[in-house]
């Protein structure tokens, strides 16, 4: 039933201080130590087969939980395949890992309510994703009409406490790919919340100013979004800098500088709505370096590092914990973790690439050095 990934292209419309006066914070002679939650990851690709298999460990290493997106191919679209594919990311896992997935939905335009009930009573559903046909990877098979075809699914979404996780774009060939962000909160997202106000909604990999002031619009504990390392620390030249750089092409893809800012700020500003989703997503060196280039980019193992590195620029280490280990679980309903992670200012150097039997796999900042080295205690 689970295949393996798309070939490239598949789905696509078009083809780095000041610290903060933090409790957690110690300084062990000339080292600094920083101990917080441990942190969830509330937007992750972990593909299957092969792929799947190499990269757990990065994710499990460091975070507690993490809402596992379905845009496989074919997609997760029932509980069923959801469960199965829980069964094959636990095998997966390293043996004394306590990593726990939580699985998602693919919303289609023939999701059924009755779905959604099964999908809640589970336990095992957190969540259904919206990805508008041909946003994204393996998005084809994603809604074409959401009104007009997924009201009555939404309805039921609402009357079960599901959240909807929103891939934010819109798809029209003839909105420009800087735009389709603001767009779709314009004439899709405004509009359902206004429609469905108990429908809960997390606004995934935002990467607007745009973005920012709509979440901050709606209610507390009702709308939120997930903010990936990329959007928090490179703005749009960093695909162009020197040459094509096809590992920083994601999507949506990278804004303007002051796109940038206005989501570092609200992130350290404490808000509650914001939360830690590295939308770590990998891609076969090959499909990455190519004509035809996969959007993604694969940031699980050097994410916290990157996270920690954006709140101590800013001042803002006291609020690094609340951002990558409290808002997520308390807007999902869900308890926070328990055990703690260390993160250590030591440089370490982030490998070239990650070699498995099928390919290699280029992390997020390849051969550069890092500051803040995780372990969990
Ligand atoms: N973010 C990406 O650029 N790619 C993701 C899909 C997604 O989250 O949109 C992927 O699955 O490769
Ligand atoms: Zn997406
Ligand atoms: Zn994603």
Not at 19 to 38: N, P
Not at 77 to 98: C, E, G, H, M
Not at 197 to 203: A, G, S
Not at 332 to 344: A, E, F, Q, V, W
């Amino acid at each position: 039933m689970i295949k393996s990934l798309v070939p490239p292209c598949e789905g696509l419309t078009v083809p780095i201080a000041k610290i903060g006066g933090s409790k957690q914070l110690k300084s062990k002679g000339l080292r600094m130590e920083l101990t917080i939650t441990q942190p969830d990851d509330w937007h992750l690709h972990l593909r299957d087969g092969d792929l799947l298999k190499a990269i757990v460990p990065h994710s499990a290493s460091h975070f507690g939980r993490a809402i596992v997106m379905p845009n496989l191919k074919p997609p997760i679209t029932t509980t069923a395949a959801a469960v199965v594919y829980r069964d094959f990311i636990l095998k997966a896992l390293p043996s004394d890992s306590n990593f726990t997935p939580l699985m998602t939905l693919y919303l289609t335009d023939t999701t059924s309510p009755d779905e959604i009930k099964l999908a809640k009573r589970s336990g095992v559903v957190f969540a259904v994703k919206l990805y508008p046909a041909g946003a994204t990877t393996n998005s084809q098979d994603g809604v074409t009409d959401l009104f007009g075809k997924c009201l009555p699914v939404l309805e039921e979404m609402a009357e079960q406490n599901m959240p909807l996780l929103v891939h934010g774009e819109v798809t029209d060939p003839n909105v420009d790919i800087f735009d389709r962000e603001k767009v779709f909160i314009d004439t899709v997202l405004q509009p359902l919340i206004q429609r469905l106000p108990r429908l809960k909604v997390v606004m995934e990999h935002i990467t607007t100013m745009d973005a920012v002031k709509f979440v901050e619009s709606c209610k507390e504990g009702s709308v939120a979004a997930t903010v990936t390392p990329q959007h928090l620390l490179l703005n749009r030249n960093a695909i162009f800098q020197g040459g094509l750089q096809p590992h920083n092409y994601c999507l949506p893809v990278l804004k303007r500088e002051i796109h940038r800012q206005a989501i570092v700020s609200a992130v350290t500003s404490g808000s509650k709505r914001f939360f830690l989703g590295t939308d770590s997503a990998p891609h076969e060196k090959s499909k990455k370096e190519s004509a035809c280039g996969c959007a993604g980019i694969y940031n699980a193992p050097v994410a916290l590092s990157l996270y920690a590195k954006v709140f101590e620029e800013m001042g803002a280490l006291d609020k690094l914990e609340a951002f990558t280990s409290i808002n997520g679980p308390d807007f999902y309903g869900l308890p926070r973790n328990t055990s703690k992670i260390k993160l250590n200012k030591t440089s370490w150097k982030v490998p070239e690439a990650f070699s498995f039997s099928f390919g290699d796999i280029i992390p997020m900042f390849a051969g550069n050095t890092l500051e803040w080295q995780p372990s969990l205690i």
